[in-house]
């Protein structure tokens, strides 16, 4: 009887996978194709709800300007924030949409779950790497991502770049993190709030994965946190971009500034592994681990090394 039910499981898990990898109908395709008519429409006519409508629940729309978008209301706010839509603009018809030029598509191919396909806008506008789901309510964006004519060029080479604001603005969010530590602002909030919602801090003795728990971290990280508090020192950031958005490696440094008043120490170093992705809200850490020096014993960790 074991065997059997063993059996008649395996036999459901493969019929569920052939359906979520059936081959895409033609209805299927035209709805596909209609979804990114309506999304011109939406866009261009400022319907901000329906263009949020557009997306599946937890659905992104990215662009290397705005970075991740994801929610309905970070949707609706992103439609209400286009220049086109405040008082007295202009509302020009947008490549796909009802009298524009038309759209050109890529193959629509079949995914898990979905489908994918990559969407062309007409005069050389860019293009948009979309992923579909297939939902109750019908298809619907379940990341749709934006790449300038620049972008798509650099792509096809491999030869991604970072603009030189982007520069800036991650080189500013290293520079935070060690004064976030350190004073612990806002009980933690400051610190956890450079990280994505689903952030993850790594270090040799744990791992923390979250908001919360970074929150939870950074807000009894040291006896004696404040303004003055100085300890953490990050510098050196090398900087590469990728897909996603962009990596780094970055030094680092503890020093025991005359605490308990000894003598001033290196407690430790090494060098952080940095993935950032640009949101919303700027540049955030999506996944920082701090790797310790290995040019020396690594397990004197946390115990202060006088200096010579």
Request: charged share 20%.
């Amino acid at each position: 009887m074991k065997k059997l039910f063993l059996g008649t499981c395996a036999v459901v898990l493969g019929l569920a996978n052939l359906s979520a990898q059936a081959p895409l109908t033609q209805k299927d395709k035209d709805d596909i194709q209609a979804l990114s008519a309506a999304y011109a429409t939406n866009l261009g006519t400022c319907k901000a709800d329906d263009y949020a409508g557009l997306f599946a629940a937890d659905g992104i729309f990215y662009s290397g300007f705005r970075g991740n978008i994801q929610g309905r209301d970070q949707l609706v706010a992103l439609v209400k924030s286009e220049r086109h839509c405040q008082p007295g603009a202009a509302q020009p018809a947008r490549p796909g949409g009802s009298g524009a030029p038309a759209l050109q598509f890529s193959a629509i191919e079949a995914r898990p779950g979905g489908a994918k396909a990559t969407v062309t806008l007409p005069n050389n506008g860019g293009a948009y790497d979309d992923v579909y789901a297939k939902t109750a309510a019908g298809w619907r964006f379940q990341n749709r991502s934006y790449y300038t004519p620049a972008e798509l060029k650099a792509r096809a080479s491999g030869q991604l770049s970072l603009a030189p604001q982007d520069v800036l603005d991650i080189q500013e969010l290293v520079a935070r993190y060690p004064y976030t530590l350190d004073n612990g602002g806002e009980g933690g909030r400051a610190l956890a709030e450079l990280f994505t919602e689903d952030g993850v801090f790594v270090t040799p003795q744990a791992t923390y994965t979250g908001r919360d728990a970074l929150l939870k971290m950074a807000s009894g990280h040291r006896p004696g946190q404040g303004p003055a508090y100085a300890r953490n020192f990050a510098m050196n950031p090398l900087l590469e971009a990728t897909p996603e958005g962009a990596k780094g490696r970055v030094y680092a440094v503890i020093i025991a500034l005359g605490e308990n008043r000894q003598p001033s120490s290196v407690v430790t170093g090494g060098h952080f592994e940095d993935a950032y992705v640009k949101t919303q809200q700027g540049w955030r850490f999506k996944r920082r681990q701090f790797i310790p020096n290995d040019g020396g014993p690594t397990t004197n960790v946390g115990k202060p090394t006088p200096v010579r």
